[in-house]
T-cell receptor, first 111, second 114 residues
Framework: DAKTTQPNSMESNEEEPVHLPCNHS???????IHWYRQLPSQGPEYVIH???SNVNNRMASLAIAEDRKSSTLILHRATLRDAAVYYC????????????FGSGTQLTVLP | KAGVTQTPRYLIKTRGQQVTLSCSPI?????VSWYQQTPGQGLQFLFE???????NKGNFPGRFSGRQFSNSRSEMNVSTLELGDSALYLC?????????????FGEGSWLTVV
């Protein structure tokens, strides 16, 4: 099964950009890259997803390496409300709605 | 549009008892999946239902079971509760379609087994 590797924790200052990296060297051609985040005492929340091209939405941007072996979630201006655990997940072919969560990155935003 | 609704939000049970958790997916979503989250094991997939049929199952003992009704609502049941079953149980729903579809999670049901 394709696996992702993320740093355990990162810190950012409020109102500065944050780049959260994810490595997925065994990704297959049909795996989508999804990012979810989980705020304390809440269920995971969808952030963004992509396949090959960079993606932008109102929450974040997703930059995908040309070889697709890594990706970066970009929060353009971190706020205190962005403090959460961020999960980078590959949607596996054949198990379309089964998400395999790693340990994620705990993002701390400093005021 | 209402989100994924889980009930109850909090409950306490005694070892050996059983528990049933309920999930109402987003209207129009036919796929419902369940996850268990514990501090030690993180988020783990339990099972997924689509059109009242279990399509995928995670690595959990048979004490964990579920079902889906014709209106896509789902329940999961844990029998003979153990202390280690204390966890946040999350339900998620998604529309049918390709792998790019978003999965939406509920707030979860906090189960404490004493």
């Amino acid at each position: 099964d394709a696996k992702t590797t993320q740093p355990n924790s990162m810190e950012s200052n409020e109102e500065e950009p944050v780049h959260l990296p994810c490595n997925h060297s065994t990704i297959s051609g049909t795996d989508y890259i999804h990012w979810y985040r989980q705020l304390p005492s809440q269920g995971p929340e969808y952030v963004i997803h992509g396949l090959t091209s960079n993606v932008n939405n109102r929450m974040a941007s997703l930059a995908i390496a040309e070889d697709r072996k890594s990706s970066t979630l970009i929060l353009h201006r971190a706020t205190l409300r962005d403090a959460a655990v961020y999960y980078c997940i590959l949607r596996r072919s054949g198990s379309a709605r089964q998400l395999t969560f790693g340990s994620g990155t705990q993002l701390t935003v400093l005021p | 549009k209402a989100g994924v609704t889980q009930t109850p939000r909090y409950l306490i049970k005694t070892r050996g008892q059983q528990v049933t958790l309920s999930c109402s997916p987003i209207s129009g979503h036919r796929s419902v999946s369940w996850y268990q989250q514990t501090p030690g094991q993180g988020l783990q997939f339990l099972f997924e239902y689509f059109s009242e049929t279990q399509r995928n199952k995670g690595n959990f003992p048979g004490r964990f079971s579920g079902r889906q009704f014709s209106n896509s609502r789902s329940e999961m049941n844990v029998s003979t509760l153990e202390l280690g079953d204390s966890a946040l149980y999350l339900c998620a729903s998604s529309p049918v379609g390709d792998l790019g579809n978003t999965i939406y999670f509920g707030e979860g049901s906090w189960l404490t087994v004493v």
